[in-house]
């Protein structure tokens, strides 16, 4: 069965310090590892889609890699606007839905 | 920049009775989804559809929900005979093919009492 697993569950961090969030997958056959943001009460906000091992993706603060088992979403000198539950969904070939990890819960104190 | 719109953003419904939550995707996409967020819980998928039917279900989409396209523009997902444990986040995405990305509305809360 296809599985995504995100840590940490929380992270909290002071504004201006860096660190990574890791996604674990075990996808049948991996077609795409997305990355969302979601807002409290918002829906997913697409960020990133990795396709193969190696690939790195940047998105102002953001930077999101890929490895065959996983993925990391790295933060750098984040601000508190940058707080917000991030999301790993992976999907397999041949399969249209996305398999969502439980989300890391970011803060970024100011 | 487009967006996928949901309506009502909440419905408080009896236990029993049928709801029917409404989506309007991104106007050039093809690929149209229904995902589900009980509280505290995973996203999940319930349903893809594409050209007029169903691409691909999960074990939770049973006999109980039905999803219809019944315009151009619309996407809807009706669940007959509510349960307590219907009660989640129901978002609709869309995508413009199926290894693109799904774009996400900002869901509707279903609350069942």
């Known amino acids: 069965e296809d599985q995504v697993t995100q840590s940490p569950e929380a992270l909290r961090l002071q504004e201006g310090e860096s660190s990574s969030l890791n996604c674990s997958y075990t996808?049948?056959?991996?077609?795409?590892l997305f990355w969302y943001r979601q807002d409290p009460g918002k829906g997913p906000e697409f960020l990133f889609t990795?396709?193969?091992a190696g690939e790195e993706k940047e998105k102002e603060r953001l930077k999101a890699t890929l490895t065959k088992k996983e993925s990391f979403l790295h933060i750098t000198a984040p601000k508190p606007e940058d707080s917000a539950t991030y999301l790993c969904?992976?999907?397999?070939?041949?399969?249209?839905?996305?398999?969502f990890g439980q989300g890391t819960r970011l803060t970024i104190n100011p | 920049e487009p967006e996928v719109t949901q309506t009502p953003s909440h419905q408080v419904t009896q236990m029993g009775q049928e709801v029917i939550l409404r989506c309007v995707p991104i106007?050039?996409?093809?690929?149209f989804y229904w995902y589900r967020q009980i509280l505290g819980q995973k996203v999940e998928f319930l349903v893809s559809?594409?050209?007029?039917?169903?691409?691909?279900k999960s074990e939770i989409f049973d006999d109980q929900f039905s999803v219809e396209r019944p315009d151009g523009s619309n996407f809807t997902l009706k669940i007959r005979s509510t349960k307590l444990e219907d009660s989640a986040m129901y978002f609709c995405?869309?995508?413009?093919?199926?290894?693109?990305?799904?774009?996400f509305g900002d869901g509707t809360r279903l609350s069942i009492l």
């Open positions: 995405a869309s995508s413009a093919g199926t290894a693109q990305p799904q774009h």
């Open positions: 996808v049948s056959g991996l077609r795409g």
């Open positions: 990795l396709y193969s």
């Open positions: 969904a992976g999907q397999a070939q041949g399969a249209q839905k996305l398999v």
């Open positions: 106007s050039n996409h093809l690929y």
């Open positions: 559809f594409y050209n007029n039917e169903i691409s691909e």
